[in-house]
């Protein structure tokens, strides 16, 4: 069995404690915001006729995302460097709400049937 290997931070004291609690505020905001609304938001969008088959298709992207942010990261962190890294994600962000308020439709009032 592999053995964990032990990561040496090369941060200050307070460059250290600044990047702990901007990762834990990240974890905050994304629980609060987009993590759980995906969900609502796919158990909304389809008419029943459609709508088992539509959830496992787009949960099924969903998860294939987060698995290739997964395996991207560090080739691109160790490549690119943390500026271009975060930079692509940062774009990819600015897209996707571009995207929700161009193309997601708004359900309120309306009967998942319409939907």
Not at 61 to 87: E, I, K
């Amino acid at each position: 069995m592999a053995q964990a290997q032990t990561v040496r931070s090369s941060f200050s004291h307070w460059h250290g404690v600044i990047a702990l609690v901007a990762a834990n505020l990240y974890v905050v905001a994304f629980a609060i915001s987009w993590g759980p609304i995906v969900w609502v938001l796919l158990g909304e969008m389809f008419n029943n006729r459609i709508r088992a088959s539509a959830l496992a298709v787009a949960a099924t992207t969903n998860w294939l995302a987060n698995w290739l942010v997964t395996v991207s990261f560090p080739p691109m962190l160790t490549g690119l460097g943390p500026a271009v890294t975060y930079g692509v994600y940062c774009a990819f962000a600015v897209i996707s709400i571009y995207f929700v308020l161009r193309a997601v439709q708004e359900t309120k009032g309306r009967a998942l049937e319409h939907a």
